[in-house]
């Protein structure tokens, strides 16, 4: 695993131990070298020395200045196309620059490439992408590994050490799982922290920003970086933005972790058990209380969230016309023949599949059994979630049911493979903060994930008892 | 059997997609499997439950009301596929 670092990085920048064009031609090297895992939708090395002339031309000080990062191509950015993984968007060029990217840009950053994905983040292992699958860079060769999904691409970023750090979103667990798949460190915070403003929308109720990173105190600093309020995102949070980094704190004594019974699941690998128990026996030497809780509807879960989300998602692509921006099919001999041609043709199967599935649960005479249905179960998850956390002060699970399955295994039945969100899925439908840090191997020496649930707002909570898992174990 | 030949494409005309019968007959069963799945939430008691549908406990904030300059026509046009004199350009509709 690479030992890269932002915070040593950081360091070594305003030492003049290194500078921001070595750097980054390290980092430039390597992405040509790993080409073939296909982690980058674009990638444009001028672009990239034009960002590095312009910063060596900068006398300012700014807090992540010359530090290389990759981008999910789901955020809108102004110097580089944006594709959501889609040939509907095959040759957009935003004209605005999405919130998050404009608070990296702001602090320095700059922008190594736009990361694939599943098409508009809809999968678990970023091979629903139109510009073909990422590998996930621990493959052994000639077993090539999913790296998860949706964010895979970002994921995998990190993981080749492609850049000091990657944004990406999660609605269902799309940075949790292929973090916990490629061996990095992925957030996602509490729903509101971060403006979804200039992300391509796919479930808007429960879309949110967040940072893969090489560890717990990279991730720290990044996501400050990110979060804060904006008024172009009506859910959009007003809450203060703590120093996650200077805050963070190992030391658990007198905390309280919650144990979720729910979450020990028939046909669960042994090794993910195990590893699930390890974490629990190192926070219980660390003087944390082991708290037994329930979320009775966490098996609920999976399918609410199959509901809402392709519901939202039938509504929030339905911009996708041929009209504005994107493709648009030749064969258009009428209005509708043009719609229904390019959206057949713009679109890739599972899109279409949730499309389909939206707008039956959405059309008359559905609406209540299944929409309504969903919502109302929502509010019992977040209530179970409410609860438990009157006992405890964060939650601990496994954060994916398998370790990286093979690239080229069918994942013919959607159901099957929605169940790779089982352990993340209930903190999105409750939008509540969680990581997932790596903690131990399977027995192939993949690497596993924990993660970590933490009240609303409450990062800081959940950063230090990932801090301290990972400084256990490192 | 809840999704039938007719309604699949009922949605699909719904959806704005246009499906070949290959496509149809696969969507018919990935949706029928699907909403067969889903059913399992009828176990669960709902009576007087308010359904959620923003989980942000933050209130909705306020803003001046004041026009403000954002994109220009010319930025909102630069992606149209197709366009005319300041404008998006569609096939004819009115005959």
Redesign the interface.
């Known amino acids: 695993m690479s030992k890269s670092s932002l915070k040593q990085t950081l360091k070594d920048l305003e030492t003049k131990k290194i500078s921001i064009r070595e750097l980054n031609q390290d980092y430039l090297k390597r992405i040509k070298e790993k080409d073939n895992l296909n982690v980058f939708i674009h990638f444009n090395e001028d672009n990239v020395l034009k960002q590095i002339d312009n910063l060596e031309k900068d006398n300012s000080v700014k807090k992540l200045k010359g530090i290389p990062i990759a981008i999910k191509d789901l955020f809108c950015t102004k110097s580089m196309p944006t594709t959501a993984a889609s040939k509907i968007l095959e040759?957009?060029?935003p004209?605005?620059e999405s919130f998050v990217t404009q608070k990296l840009l702001d602090e320095g950053s700059i922008f190594v490439g736009k990361t694939n994905l599943d098409e508009f983040a809809m999968g678990s292992a970023t091979n629903t992408s139109f510009f073909g699958n990422t590998i996930n860079p621990l493959s052994k060769e000639n077993e090539p590994l999913a790296p998860g999904g949706s964010s895979g691409g970002s994921a995998a970023a990190v993981a080749a050490d492609l850049c000091l750090g990657a944004t990406g979103t999660d609605t269902g667990g799309s940075i949790r799982q292929p973090a916990s798949f490629c061996g990095v460190v992925g957030i996602k915070p509490t729903?509101?922290l971060c403006s979804r403003w200039g992300i391509a929308a796919f479930a808007s109720?429960l879309d949110q920003a967040g940072i893969f990173s090489h560890n717990v105190e990279d991730a720290s600093i990044l996501l400050q970086s990110i979060a804060g309020f904006d008024?172009r995102d009506?859910?959009s949070?007003?809450?203060n933005i703590p120093n996650y980094f200077e805050n963070l704190d190992d030391d658990l004594n007198g905390k309280t972790v919650g144990i979720p019974k729910e979450y020990s699941i028939d046909g669960t690998p042994m090794e993910i058990s195990q590893i699930w128990e390890d974490a629990i026996k190192v926070l219980e030497k660390k003087g944390v209380k082991i708290k037994n809780i329930s979320l009775p509807?966490t098996?609920?879960a999976l399918?609410?969230y199959?509901?809402i989300a392709p519901a939202e998602a039938?509504s929030n692509l339905a911009r996708y016309?041929?009209?504005?921006?994107?493709?648009?099919s030749d064969e258009?001999?009428?209005?509708?023949?043009?719609?229904?041609?390019t959206?057949?043709q713009g679109?890739g199967r599972e899109v279409?599949?949730r499309?389909?599935?939206g707008?039956?649960v959405l059309?008359a005479g559905y609406y209540d059994a299944?929409y309504?249905?969903?919502?109302?179960?929502?509010?019992?998850i977040?209530d179970d979630f409410n609860k438990a956390f009157k006992e405890c002060d964060f939650i601990v699970t496994p954060t994916a049911p398998s370790a990286a399955f093979p690239l080229n295994e069918k994942q013919n039945?959607?159901?099957k493979m929605y169940l790779n969100d089982v352990f993340t899925v209930p903190a999105s439908?409750?939008?509540l903060p969680g990581i997932s840090i790596p903690f131990g191997k399977d027995k192939n020496n993949l690497p596993l994930g924990i993660q970590i649930l933490g009240k609303?707002f409450d990062e800081q909570q959940v950063f230090n008892a990932a801090v301290s898992l990972e400084r256990s174990y490192e | 059997m809840k999704i039938d030949k007719n309604t699949i494409n009922k949605i699909a005309r719904l959806s704005r997609i246009k499906l070949d019968d290959k496509e149809s007959e696969d969507y018919i069963k990935d949706l029928n499997s699907i909403l067969d799945w889903v059913e399992q939430l009828n176990e669960v008691n709902t009576e007087n439950v308010e359904p959620l549908s923003n989980i942000s406990s933050s209130i909705l904030p306020k803003r001046e009301d004041v026009s403000k300059d954002t994109n220009s026509s010319e930025e909102i046009l630069e992606n149209a596929p197709d366009k005319l004199e300041g404008f998006f350009a569609v096939p004819k509709v009115v005959e």
């Open positions: 040759n957009f060029n004209t605005y729903y509101g109720s008024q009506s859910t949070a007003k809450v509807h098996k609920y399918p609410t199959y509901i039938s016309d041929g009209v504005k921006y994107g493709f648009r258009i001999d009428s209005l509708d023949e043009m719609y229904e041609n959206r057949a679109f279409k599949r499309i389909l599935i707008t039956y059309s299944y309504l249905k969903a919502q109302k179960v929502r509010k019992l977040a039945d959607p159901i439908l409750a939008g609303h």
